[in-house]
Nanobody, 119 residues
Protein backbone atom coordinates (compact mmCIF):
# COMPACT_ATOMS: atom_id res chain seq x y z
CA UNK A 1 0.00 0.00 0.00
CA UNK A 2 0.97 3.58 -0.63
CA UNK A 3 0.11 6.48 1.65
CA UNK A 4 -0.08 10.05 0.41
CA UNK A 5 -0.27 13.08 2.68
CA UNK A 6 -0.95 16.55 1.30
CA UNK A 7 -0.22 19.88 2.94
CA UNK A 8 -0.16 23.55 2.08
CA UNK A 9 -3.76 24.39 1.34
CA UNK A 10 -5.51 27.45 2.70
CA UNK A 11 -7.26 30.70 1.95
CA UNK A 12 -5.70 33.09 -0.55
CA UNK A 13 -6.89 36.21 -2.33
CA UNK A 14 -7.40 36.27 -6.09
CA UNK A 15 -4.08 36.79 -7.81
CA UNK A 16 -2.21 35.23 -4.92
CA UNK A 17 -0.01 32.14 -4.73
CA UNK A 18 0.08 28.87 -2.81
CA UNK A 19 2.38 25.86 -2.71
CA UNK A 20 1.00 22.39 -2.14
CA UNK A 21 3.16 19.47 -1.07
CA UNK A 22 2.52 15.75 -1.01
CA UNK A 23 4.66 13.09 0.62
CA UNK A 24 4.42 9.46 -0.45
CA UNK A 25 5.32 6.55 1.79
CA UNK A 26 4.83 2.81 1.99
CA UNK A 27 5.32 0.33 -0.85
CA UNK A 28 6.28 2.84 -3.53
CA UNK A 29 6.93 1.35 -6.97
CA UNK A 30 10.24 1.98 -8.69
CA UNK A 31 8.68 4.04 -11.47
CA UNK A 32 5.56 6.07 -10.95
CA UNK A 33 3.75 9.24 -11.87
CA UNK A 34 2.74 11.77 -9.26
CA UNK A 35 -0.05 14.18 -9.89
CA UNK A 36 -2.68 16.54 -8.62
CA UNK A 37 -6.42 16.50 -9.15
CA UNK A 38 -9.07 18.79 -7.75
CA UNK A 39 -12.75 18.67 -6.97
CA UNK A 40 -14.96 21.68 -6.53
CA UNK A 41 -18.34 21.43 -4.75
CA UNK A 42 -20.89 19.71 -6.96
CA UNK A 43 -18.30 18.95 -9.63
CA UNK A 44 -16.43 15.86 -10.69
CA UNK A 45 -12.80 15.41 -9.77
CA UNK A 46 -10.62 16.81 -12.54
CA UNK A 47 -7.02 16.49 -13.60
CA UNK A 48 -4.71 19.39 -12.77
CA UNK A 49 -1.15 18.26 -13.48
CA UNK A 50 1.17 15.29 -13.27
CA UNK A 51 4.84 14.47 -13.61
CA UNK A 52 6.43 11.13 -14.40
CA UNK A 53 9.62 9.58 -13.06
CA UNK A 54 11.61 11.20 -15.84
CA UNK A 55 10.36 14.66 -14.98
CA UNK A 56 7.98 15.08 -17.90
CA UNK A 57 5.06 17.23 -16.77
CA UNK A 58 1.58 17.60 -18.17
CA UNK A 59 -1.02 20.22 -17.29
CA UNK A 60 -4.70 20.87 -17.71
CA UNK A 61 -5.30 23.78 -20.08
CA UNK A 62 -7.03 25.70 -17.31
CA UNK A 63 -3.85 25.87 -15.21
CA UNK A 64 -1.13 25.87 -17.82
CA UNK A 65 1.20 28.88 -17.42
CA UNK A 66 -0.11 29.48 -13.87
CA UNK A 67 0.75 26.25 -12.06
CA UNK A 68 4.07 24.40 -11.88
CA UNK A 69 4.45 20.80 -10.78
CA UNK A 70 7.75 19.37 -9.57
CA UNK A 71 8.98 16.36 -7.68
CA UNK A 72 11.83 15.26 -5.44
CA UNK A 73 12.51 11.61 -6.17
CA UNK A 74 14.84 11.23 -3.19
CA UNK A 75 12.06 12.32 -0.85
CA UNK A 76 9.16 10.79 -2.81
CA UNK A 77 7.46 14.16 -2.76
CA UNK A 78 5.56 16.19 -5.30
CA UNK A 79 4.81 19.90 -5.24
CA UNK A 80 2.34 22.19 -6.95
CA UNK A 81 3.22 25.86 -7.18
CA UNK A 82 0.08 27.85 -7.94
CA UNK A 83 0.25 31.45 -9.14
CA UNK A 84 -2.31 34.01 -10.27
CA UNK A 85 -5.00 32.08 -8.46
CA UNK A 86 -8.60 32.62 -9.45
CA UNK A 87 -11.84 31.97 -7.55
CA UNK A 88 -12.52 29.10 -9.93
CA UNK A 89 -9.40 27.37 -8.61
CA UNK A 90 -11.22 26.86 -5.32
CA UNK A 91 -11.45 23.12 -4.68
CA UNK A 92 -10.15 20.24 -2.63
CA UNK A 93 -6.83 19.25 -4.16
CA UNK A 94 -5.86 15.59 -4.13
CA UNK A 95 -2.45 14.06 -4.60
CA UNK A 96 -2.29 10.98 -6.80
CA UNK A 97 0.31 8.28 -7.40
CA UNK A 98 -0.01 5.79 -10.22
CA UNK A 99 2.28 3.18 -11.73
CA UNK A 100 3.35 3.24 -15.36
CA UNK A 101 0.60 0.77 -16.26
CA UNK A 102 -2.15 2.59 -14.40
CA UNK A 103 -4.37 4.99 -16.30
CA UNK A 104 -4.60 8.63 -15.30
CA UNK A 105 -7.32 9.13 -12.74
CA UNK A 106 -6.62 5.85 -10.99
CA UNK A 107 -4.08 4.67 -8.41
CA UNK A 108 -3.53 5.91 -4.90
CA UNK A 109 -5.04 9.08 -3.42
CA UNK A 110 -4.34 11.39 -0.55
CA UNK A 111 -7.01 12.72 1.76
CA UNK A 112 -7.11 16.11 0.05
CA UNK A 113 -6.32 19.66 1.06
CA UNK A 114 -8.69 22.61 0.70
CA UNK A 115 -7.71 25.59 -1.43
CA UNK A 116 -10.02 28.59 -1.26
CA UNK A 117 -9.48 31.63 -3.46
CA UNK A 118 -11.59 34.50 -2.23
CA UNK A 119 -11.35 38.16 -1.32
Amino acid sequence: QVQLVESGGGLVQPGGSLRLSCAASGSIPSMYTLGWFRQAPGMQREFVADINSGGRADYANSVKDRFTISRDNAKNEVYLEMYSLKPEDTAVYYCNLRTIITARGHGYWGQGTQVTVSS
